[in-house]
């Protein structure tokens, strides 16, 4: 056709020519031929004087008296997915950042296939993490320069659309971060594009579904600070672009429970603040969702829906028969989360409208129900299992919020008035517990879990005591000896029958972790209120004289109340065996640190008698044959229990020793894969074989242990190659006991500073420590460094907990040690020397 297009659609033909136009059709398809010519040869150096010709293509493009499309956009579509899709990943970036600054310079007619491709190639092109990178003169910590352009493009596209256009386009984006394998950098960045975008109420119900899905399936093995990060700005892309008129509380809710207190949405920091500032302002617009039973009329329709949240928890229903697994603990974590989030929007208004006497009527309404089961708890008997079970979950929840900004509890007004209400059940609380723990009253497999329940809530309850309520601790303490005293007539118990049944089992395995439990709080800040109690002498005498390592043996029928539950019970008696012998070694990890010898006071038994040498022998070798049937998220109180025995025997069973060094290494070694658990295991395995004791006596004798110790250093070092972070925890640990060391008794005979010159390869090492990292690795250091950068403003950086992985920490930390040396010290002037005649020996070697 002769006309031109713009004047018959939005969207021109794919193809038409006429004579008028002749010189800029002309112009474009020559202009365009060449661009697709240059990029075939996929050279950078060859493609990169082409780009700016692109430009040009998009001046011919476009009608500028009518602001339409001359050309189809599909052509220009073609040109950047031939480029996204080139082997050469710069020249795949080049294209994606000549795109996005498009949009910054150009006023683009509206296309839906624009919109299309945003969705499908770029976002697939974007999820390639190593486009993410600094460039060359960019500081550490800096934004990658596609993270700033992705903000830009996506806040000036987004107000380009049509307002009817808007939600499902970023419908659709959001739910493209669901559809495919997305690793954690790419999803950051698209999350804090999404953040950025300027306020406007486009996303309703739908929108929040599909933000739930990218935390609860994309994100969910991504690094934990990348994940935190992410997570914080999905939230504040919530607060941005929803249209509250649309969705309503309990969808809110059951969003916000998507978030992981210990990586992002805790109490006190900005993000939570930010939160209840949103909450507060747009309180009425909500969608609403309950009836209330509120007389006051300026009640908000948060306090509202709170009361009924709470009261429907609590309610269980009349025909539920006494269920044999406990409730899981989303429900518990959703109501302690609204409560928290409600009393401090309430606290909020409160300061902002000046009040001083705050009445806290509203906080009391929720807590009220709660109390109401509590105080029956002890005396009623009758209160259903399910029942029971959730007012205790939600308690344990909401005592386990800490304050993050008040050092005082009494400064945080909210939870000050929470835990002085939860305090008055307590005496209710510790009878109903004592009565489940000792009594027959637990008897499947299925009520192990409430047995972790409530020794969960024992050190809770004990804390809580410390803090706002002096006056409860003689009932805590009778409770103790309580439980102390029935859990050892319960584990000396000797059956007539060969085989016991289930429900002795069960209540054996009940009776070891509650002493554990007793053990772990004794070894907090309690020991000194306790000692004088005869039932700690008692349980100090028990563990002291039994056999370690007794497994209980798998029943040959396990009769559960519903075949859900027999399955379940019958896949794990491992586990369960595991626990129980894991719960022994807690408890001979308390008694070793509390005795200096485990002789003291009871040589009258007979394994007593040995000496203590031989005693120890006897623990350490059941200590490896623990480890060999211990899981590896249990073996912490073996290395804990490893350190006190290993250098009391190093002298006389050195290959005894050494076999301990070579089996805990094998077991850190193998468990590089599941950071959960390795990081903890590392540092307890450090303070094992790093301990001043284990070290000095191995350095005295110059035997097996010493040479052992060292090639464990290398392989640390070669380890840290591989998994970042792994020296870190080496050095910090050592540095710190050689010039600072603690004045415990064990190590009070030793001068700790000598181990500095025994195992120098550490210092020496740690100086020129730098390796030549993976880029991957290297990239997600640097996107670690830019969150870090950002500081309290993402919510992440104050919650997790900070790990310091950064191999640059390595050579500040030795030079760190190097600077607190003290020139008059005859030991420091020697190791300084010595040190740096073996640095200048290494340089020699290298050149």
Request: hydrophobic share 45%; with cysteine.
């Amino acid at each position: 056709g002769n006309a031109c297009p713009c004047l018959f659609s939005l969207e021109s033909s794919l193809f038409w020519w006429s004579a008028d136009k002749n010189e800029q059709l002309l112009q474009f398809w020559e202009t365009y031929i060449l661009i697709m010519e240059t990029l075939e040869g996929n050279q950078i150096h060859v493609i990169k004087p082409v780009l700016p010709k692109l430009n040009s293509l998009y001046d011919l493009a476009i009608s500028g008296d009518k602001g339409c499309w001359l050309f189809h956009p599909s052509w220009h579509v073609c040109i950047y997915r031939r480029m996204f899709e080139s082997e050469n990943k710069t020249l795949a970036k080049e294209g994606i950042l000549h795109f996005l600054e498009l949009y910054e310079t150009k006023r683009l007619p509206n296309s839906l296939g624009f919109s299309e491709f945003v969705i499908g190639p770029l976002m697939d092109a974007l999820s390639e993490s190593s486009l993410y990178s600094r460039t060359p003169g960019q500081l550490i910590g800096d934004c990658p320069p596609l993270g700033m352009r992705l903000q830009k493009f996506l806040a000036t596209y987004l107000t380009l659309l049509p307002e009817e256009e808007k939600g499902s386009f970023l419908l659709k984006f959001i739910q493209k971060m669901t559809s495919r394998h997305w690793c954690a950098i790419p999803i950051l960045f698209l999350s804090m594009a999404l953040a950025s975008i300027p306020a406007c109420k486009v996303l309703g119900t739908e929108g929040l579904h599909a933000l739930r899905d990218v935390l609860q399936c994309t994100m969910i093995t991504h690094q934990i600070l990348l994940r935190g990060a992410a997570q914080c700005y999905l939230l504040q892309t919530i607060m941005h672009l929803t249209d509250v008129e649309k969705v309503s509380f309990p969808e809110v809710s059951s969003f916000l429970l998507s978030l992981r207190p210990e990586e992002s949405l805790r109490r006190d920091t900005l993000l939570w603040t930010e939160l209840c500032s949103w909450l507060q302002v747009n309180d009425r617009c909500f969608r609403k969702s309950v009836t209330s039973d509120f007389e006051r009329q300026e009640t908000s329709l948060l306090c509202q829906y709170v009361c009924s949240l709470v009261g429907e928890y609590l309610k269980t229903p009349a025909s539920e028969r006494e269920n044999c697994l406990m409730p899981d603990w989303f429900e518990a974590k959703l109501v302690s989360t609204m409560i928290l989030l409600a009393a401090d929007v309430e606290q909020m208004k409160n300061k902002y409208s000046g009040k001083s006497n705050i009445k806290w009527i509203e906080l009391e309404a929720f807590l009220n129900p709660l109390l109401d089961v509590l105080m029956k708890l002890g005396s009623n008997a009758y209160i259903p299992t399910l029942k029971a079970d959730k007012s205790l979950q939600l308690l344990l929840k909401l005592l386990q919020t800490r304050s993050l900004k008040c050092s005082n509890t009494q400064d945080d007004e909210v939870l000050f008035f929470i835990w002085k209400s939860l305090a008055t059940p307590v005496e209710s609380i510790l009878e109903f517990v004592l009565r489940r723990l000792t009594t027959n009253e637990l008897s499947t497999v299925g009520d192990l879990d409430r047995c972790d329940l409530y020794l969960a809530l024992i050190p809770e309850i004990v804390n809580l005591c410390l803090k706002v309520n002096w006056k409860k601790m003689p009932s805590i303490k009778n409770f103790l000896s309580s439980l102390i005293n029935a859990s050892i007539q319960n584990l000396q118990e000797r059956n007539s029958e060969k085989e016991l049944k289930v429900k002795e089992l069960i209540r054996k395995v009940a009776s070891m972790a509650s002493l554990a439990a007793v053990c772990e709080i004794m070894a907090g800040k309690l020991e000194a209120h306790l000692e004088s109690l005869p039932s700690v002498g008692a349980l100090k005498k028990l563990i002291s004289v039994s056999q370690i390592n007794e497994v209980l043996k798998k029943p040959s029928y396990i009769e559960e109340k519903d075949s859900l539950c027999e399955e379940a019970a019958s896949q794990g008696w491992g586990k369960i065996v595991a626990r129980y012998v894991c719960d022994q070694w807690i408890c001979l990890r308390f008694v070793l640190n509390s005795f200096a010898t485990l002789t003291q006071g009871y040589e009258e038994t007979s394994i007593m008698s040995l000496s203590t040498v031989e005693r120890s022998k006897a623990i350490l070798e059941s200590a490896l044959e623990a480890l060999s049937i211990l899981p590896s998220d249990q073996v912490v109180p073996v290395f804990d229990c490893m350190k006190v025995l290993v250098p009391k025997l190093l002298d006389s069973s050195e290959g005894l020793c050494v076999e301990a060094f070579d089996l805990a290494w094998k077991i850190i070694s193998s468990l590089s894969n599941t950071q959960l658990i390795f990081w903890s295991n590392l540092k307890a395995f450090v303070q094992f074989i790093f301990d001043t004791e284990v070290l000095t006596v191995a350095a005295s004798a110059k035997g097996q242990a010493y040479t052992r110790i060292k090639e464990i250093i290398f392989e640390l070092i070669d380890l840290s190659t591989t998994k970042t972070g792994v020296f870190n925890v080496v050095l910090s640990h050592c540095c710190q006991s050689w010039i600072f060391p603690t004045v415990d008794e064990r190590s009070a005979l030793t001068n700790a500073f000598l181990n500095a010159g025994n195992y120098s390869e550490l210092i020496t090492e740690a100086c020129v420590f730098g390796t030549v990292f993976r880029r991957d690795q290297r990239h997600i250091q640097d996107v670690h460094a830019f969150i870090e950068n950002i500081g309290e403003k993402c919510a992440a950086n104050v919650v997790t907990e900070s790990t310091n992985r950064d191999d640059h920490y390595v050579r500040i930390c030795a030079v760190k040690f190097l600077c607190l040396l003290d020139e008059s010290n005859t030991l420091h002037k020697m190791f300084m020397e010595d040190i740096f005649i073996k640095l200048l020996d290494k340089v020699k070697s290298v050149s």
